[in-house]
């Protein structure tokens, strides 16, 4: 129902462009996330969009390099990485949230999607 792509092997400094398709029923009106997992370490917020694209919110680690984006036309969340760096090297996960917003909390989400591996090296 959330299947995610576009990861990938970057050198430092370089960008990568993450999509996320849905299921119609699970993105009308939902807001939606974007988490990271790096090895030996726990899930972790990246990004956040509400239902209709105007309220964004992102983890400190990744302002002002990272940028969500929706289009509620294709059912698809984007997230667009700038400056990567190796610790942004992580399984990137999507995920639908139970309310119109994209929280910050990984419980607030009921779906995920099965993840995309981005690897930076230095």
């Known amino acids: 129902q959330l299947q995610a792509s576009g990861g990938g092997s970057v050198q430092a400094g370089g960008s990568l462009k993450l999509s996320c398709a849905a299921s119609?029923?699970?993105?009308?009106?939902?807001?939606m996330g974007w988490f990271r997992q790096a090895p030996g370490e726990e899930r972790e917020f990246v990004a956040g969009?509400?239902?209709?694209?105007?309220?964004?919110t992102y983890a400190d680690s990744v302002t002002g390099r990272f940028t969500i984006s929706r289009d509620n036309s294709k059912n698809s969340v984007f997230l667009q990485m700038n400056s990567l760096n190796p610790e942004d090297t992580a399984v990137y996960y999507c995920?639908?949230?139970?309310?119109?917003?994209?929280?910050?909390?990984?419980?607030?989400?009921?779906?995920w999607g099965q993840g995309t591996l981005v690897t930076v090296s230095s």
């Open positions: 969009i509400s239902w209709n694209g105007v309220s964004r």
């Open positions: 119609r029923r699970l993105f009308s009106n939902n807001g």
């Open positions: 995920a639908a949230s139970r309310t119109a917003y994209g929280s910050r909390h990984s419980t607030q989400y009921r779906y």
